[in-house]
């Protein structure tokens, strides 16, 4: 059974920064491209980040990520991050990390479909003013 759990998550005040973490179980780590995405209340899911396996060297931020977010993967340990810098109080939400083949572009936008193989329960991130 493929597992994803996050953790890192938690109150920060705008500025601070976290590291969230997706570990993995349940599958070859290194074939995965890993990816997030948040969720807020009353709004849609949104995509924030992927990164792909180490042998193609995807990365993508989405422009809520670029120039705070980075991403970065440990297959040894099965587990993926995700650092958040200069955090603000719009990226509070639930934070979740998925496992898909690649990062999917639909339409040359990042996002998620029916490569996604697992799912996280996500992490609550809360950004005070």
């Known amino acids: 059974e493929v597992q994803l759990v996050e953790s890192g998550g938690g109150l920060v005040q705008a500025g601070g920064s976290l590291r969230l973490s997706c570990a993995a179980s349940?599958?070859?780590?290194?074939?995965?491209?890993i990816g997030w995405f948040r969720q807020a209340p009353g709004k849609e899911r949104e995509a924030v980040s992927c990164i792909g396996r180490l042998d193609n060297g995807d990365q993508l931020y989405t422009d809520v990520a670029k120039g705070r977010f980075s991403m970065s993967r440990d297959d040894a340990k099965r587990t993926a991050y995700l650092q958040m810098n200069n955090l603000k109080p719009e990226d509070t939400a639930v934070y979740y990390c998925?496992?898909?083949?690649?990062?999917?572009?639909?339409?040359?936008?990042?996002?998620?479909?029916?490569?996604?193989?697992?799912w996280g329960r996500g992490t609550q991130v809360t950004v005070s003013s």
């Open positions: 998925t496992a898909a083949w690649a990062c999917v572009r639909y339409g040359g936008v990042y996002g998620a479909g029916s490569e996604n193989v697992a």
């Open positions: 349940g599958i070859d780590h290194d074939k995965y491209a």
